[in-house]
Structure formats: structure tokens, C-alpha cells
């Protein structure tokens, strides 16, 4: 058995890799029939020359790619029905080139690397990494019970946000949670309303689940009534407690249920904050939405989403068919990242550049725009809202290398500077000019 198997120690790559190719190749040229058991790890490791270590290596990786079964008492044999032999796919001749990259991002909510604590957070990965126990498993449905405590801490420090962690939900992005969120909506009003500006991935989402979708520019003034309401951070205009209050009395009088994507609202800054309308729901039925993209990075997919009491009840049913989309390592990472203090840190770093960055982004405007612009959303948010008195077509300022966010209103724009360096913002600006000039 296995005649043919010579391992070379240099040039033919790590001595596992070879015993792994020779091991599929006898099985699937028929020499190693199905039932065939092969030699122990030890017997394998005396017999060859190598390291227990690279033999069950190699098994495993047989294992798991189906061409071998293993047994407690009995070892490893070849699988009944191994997998056939394999072949590459084909590569493209000619693979369609990537766009190249804006060389002034204004439209895309990225985060500025030089704010994030990559080393800390390394280090909290490779500690998850070394705690086995815990990754080769399936996580709670509901997110890992470590994290929804830590969230349930930072947006009661954050946002003044009260929830317990067996009332919050943890999926990879706002759209999972929705999809886990719409269940639970049996019985309510079957009608979702979206701010003008849309989000639409929510939008098809609701769409495909039978949902009449409909904009809104000002929630109460246009008498929407009986519907699910997804708002954004500062909605309506609402810059006081007060007026916050009247707009959660008024929204329960016409059975409105309040969808809160908060997905900013640590970002303040020359202002007092604007209380979260959960916080100020004294029923708790606004759903309260937040995110970790823009404050730790984008590419950790790790949202939440703080349930209602009237509907926890059918959580548990729900979740028996729901699996979790957030990767257990980041989340038991993050939890840590919380508990520590690191994002806290982080967080605070973020503001203050922020608010460096949005008085840059206005400076800016007043220079190389002084008679052609308004501005009619800016500060606190990772975003400045503009119109723009004679705009010129986006695809000009895309040849000046700056890419801009259009709203569905004609000559406005969102300039998103959140992860734009700061000495970038200024010539941004200046290229935009010379791009509508």
C-alpha cells in the first residue's frame, strides 16, 4: 500500500501536502478501495520518516475533503464513496479589470485606518483563536451572550439606550436582522415607510416579503399612518427632547411602529447630543437599530438590533429556524474590544477627527464655492447635505477623480468625508471646482 508515495524533502512542497496527494490519487485511481484502512498516525509517522504532527495533518485535511472516515477505535479507512478526481476550473484569458479607485472618496461611509486600534484588535482575534472551545461550534442564534451584554453597556453609556441583552439580536449587517425582524411582524401593518433618500437593500427586502414600500420627505406632516417607519439619525429635523416626545405621541396616535436606525448617533459633536427616540419611548416599542461598520470597520459585519417587548414572545420560535450570520470569532472579539475599553477609546479619537474633518469639509465649500452652494444638513453626522446652485453631471467630477453621492433631489448631494484623510477634504474640493468650471 501506498508503493508509490516518495516523499521529497525539498522543492515538492510541505511533506503533508505530499501525503495528501498521494493518498486521493490511489483512491481515485482505484488502488485504495472503499473500506480500506490505512496505518495509524504513529504507524504512518514511523514508517514514512515524518512528524505525527504532519500525518494528522494530512488526515484531517483527507477527512474533511471526503476521502477518508475515521473511527475511535478503528482509525481511518477510505471513505465508502470517495469523491471523484478532480479537476481546475478553467481560468479567464481576459478577467474585466477592476474600476480604479476615486482619488477623493466623497460618497462611500468608509472609516479612516489611522483612527481603528488594529493592534488590539489583532491581539483580541488571536486570543478568540487560541479559546478552541468555542470555535468549532455553531454560536448562539441570537449572538453570542458575551457581546449582547457589552452592546446592552455601550448604547446605555452612548445613546442613553436602555435594553437588557435578551431583548437585543446580533446578525452580519442591517439587511439579516431585517430578515430576522420581519417574522416577528405578524400582525402589524403590512405598509413600511423609507426617508427619501432610501436604503435600497431594506426596501427590496421588504418588497420580497409583500410590503407596500413608500418614501416619505417629512413623516408627520405628510399624515402617514398605520405602518412600519424606518428613520435615520436627526429625522424630520427633531433637535430637542421635547420635540421628540410629541413626535413618538403623535406617532402611536396614528399607529405608527418606529424603526430607529441609529447608525451614527455616537458621532456628535458641537452640539448636545440628540437623544435616540428609544430612549425617550417610555412603551420601549421603538425598535432601535445600530451598527459597529463606521465606528470599528466596515469589513466587521456585526449589526444589532434592539427588540420590543411585544415582540419577544415569538423570538424563540423564530429562531429555531435562524442561523447566525455573524462570525462567532468577531463577535467573542468584539465583546472583549467593548469590555476593555478599546472601542470607547476609539470612538472618542473618531469624533474628534470627525469634527475636524466636517469644519475642512465647510471651510472648503466657502472657499472654491462661495455664491453656488447651500448647505442644509451638516455637523453631527458623518455626512454634509448640499445643494448645489449650478451643478454640473457626475460623471465630470468623476474625471477629476472625486466621487460624490446624489440624493434623489436634483443639485444635492451627501459629501460622506468620514474616512477621507484630512488633508485630502481641502483638494477635494478644489478638484470638484476646477471639474465644474
Known sequence: MLDRLELKRKGAGPLYRQIIRAIAREIQEGSLLPGTRLPSIREFARLYQVSKITVENAYQILEAEGYLESYSRSGHQVAARPPEARHELPRARDPVPSPPPSLYDLQSYSVDPRYVDHGNWKRLINEVLRDRSRLYRYGDSQGEEELRLGISHYIREYRGVQGEPHELLIGAGTQSLLSLLIPLLEGKPQRVLFPKEGFRPAEALFRNYGYQVQTYGSLLEEGHQDALAYLRPGESGLSTARER??????????????????????????????????????????????????????????????????????????????????????????????????????????????????????????????????????????????????????????????ALKATPVPGEYLLVFGGLAEEKILPALEALKEAWT
Open 245 to 402: 416626545l410629541a413626535f413618538l405621541e403623535e406617532g402611536r396616535r396614528r399607529n405608527l411602529l418606529f424603526l430607529e436606525d441609529d447608525y451614527n448617533g455616537e458621532f456628535r459633536w458641537g452640539t448636545r447630543p440628540l437623544p435616540a427616540l428609544r430612549s425617550l419611548d417610555p412603551t420601549g416599542e421603538t425598535l432601535y437599530l445600530g451598527s459597529f461598520s463606521g465606528v470599528l470597520m466596515p469589513s466587521v459585519r456585526i449589526s444589532y438590533l434592539l427588540l420590543s417587548p411585544s415582540l419577544l414572545p415569538a423570538l424563540p420560535e423564530t429562531l429555531q429556524s435562524f442561523n447566525q450570520t455573524a462570525s462567532t470569532l468577531e463577535q467573542l472579539a468584539l465583546a472583549s474590544f467593548i469590555r476593555q475599553g478599546f472601542l470607547a477609546k476609539q470612538v472618542r479619537r473618531m469624533r474628534k477627527s470627525y469634527a475636524r474633518k466636517s469644519a475642512l469639509l465647510e471651510e472648503g465649500l466657502r472657499a472654491f464655492f462661495p455664491h453656488n452652494h447651500i448647505i442644509l444638513e451638516k455637523a453631527s453626522t458623518l455626512e454634509t447635505r448640499v445643494r448645489f446652485l449650478c451643478p454640473a453631471p457626475l460623471e465630470a467630477a468623476r474625471k477629476k477623480g472625486v
